[in-house]
């Protein structure tokens, strides 16, 4: 490896918050993803000045660590979650150009990737997107981010997988696979936003007839409280139990305040409680209908939604 001299430390901190973007879709938790790259950090400045002046490249070698933190965590996480209090839902994020961590980055690494296999940055935050995720195994989900999203040749996913490059293309082809699978027609933005905006308002209104009209009638809404807050444990399916569900809601909690936000680049709702957010809600749409609701109450995933905050 050439010796080019240590990077200086703002070269180095700039690293962070495209790493954070990354160690976000690997993890699917912003906390997680935060403390993933500290401890990139940590390990990188533990090794003496000659030891960082022999890395040519401190930022591949920063994504590289980040990336065998972030698996050793998903592997511990499984567990985790299998105890967790209802459904666990990824964390949702505010407005996509604040976490997007770079729209090039990872491209021309040396491997041509075939367009239909690629996967846009944008994409990979939607809220759909990582809950496919999470059916991932932990291989899968850190070579296929890697390689479909940031670009990254299976030469170099294997350092961080720790298997072959023909072991990580596949597990690659296996994690788009679910990605295909799984997929549904994804509505324009500006649509959605006009379909959300109508949800909001007939759930505002506690209009029942009209949110049946919004709602697909095999909708699903799924909520995360992680236990800490009250809410439906089990998801909630069908159009019409889900309208009976967040009309309930409103009866019960007067006061509430529904805004219309970008969750995780898509149009979503915030409902805020005396100025503080209490619910932060993505949305699927599918054929003009609202198809799936995945409804985040665990304060403990609002932080980046009552702090401000952004990758870097």
Known sequence: MNTQGEAQPSTIAGERRQLTGLAYRLLGSLTEAEDAV????????????????AIASPGAWLTTVTGRICLDVLGSARARRERYVGTWIPEPLP??????????????RGEPIDPAARVALDESLHMAFLVVL?????????????????????????????RTPEACRQLASSGRRRIRAARA???????????????????????????????????TMTADGGGLVGTALRPVE???????????????????????????????LVAQHTGT?????????TGGR???????????????????????
Do not use: C
């Open 95 to 108: 407005e996509r150009t604040e976490w997007a961590g770079g729209g090039t980055w990872g491209a021309g």
């Open 277 to 285: 957010p209490v619910t932060v809600a993505a949305f699927e749409v």
């Open 134 to 162: 999470e059916s991932m195994t932990p291989a899968e989900r850190v070579a296929f981010i890697l390689h479909d999203v940031f670009r990254y040749p299976f030469a170099e996913v294997s350092e961080v997988v720790g």
């Open 38 to 53: 500290q401890e990139a950090y940590t390990r990188w400045y533990a090794m003496s000045p000659p030891q960082r002046e």
């Open 185 to 219: 027609a994804v509505a324009p933005a500006a649509g959605q936003a006009a379909l959300i905006r109508d949800f909001k308002e007939a759930w505002e209104s506690k209009d029942i007839p009209a949110l049946v009209a919004l709602l697909d009638p095999g909708a």
């Open 238 to 268: 069908g159009g019409r139990n889900i309208a009976q569900y967040v009309v309930t809601i409103a009866d019960r909690a007067p006061g509430l305040t529904l805004l219309e936000r970008t969750v995780n680049g898509r149009p979503g």
């Open 290 to 312: 609202i198809s799936r609701i995945w409804a985040v109450r665990n304060p403990e995933k609002l932080h980046a939604w009552t702090e401000p905050a952004t990758i870097g």
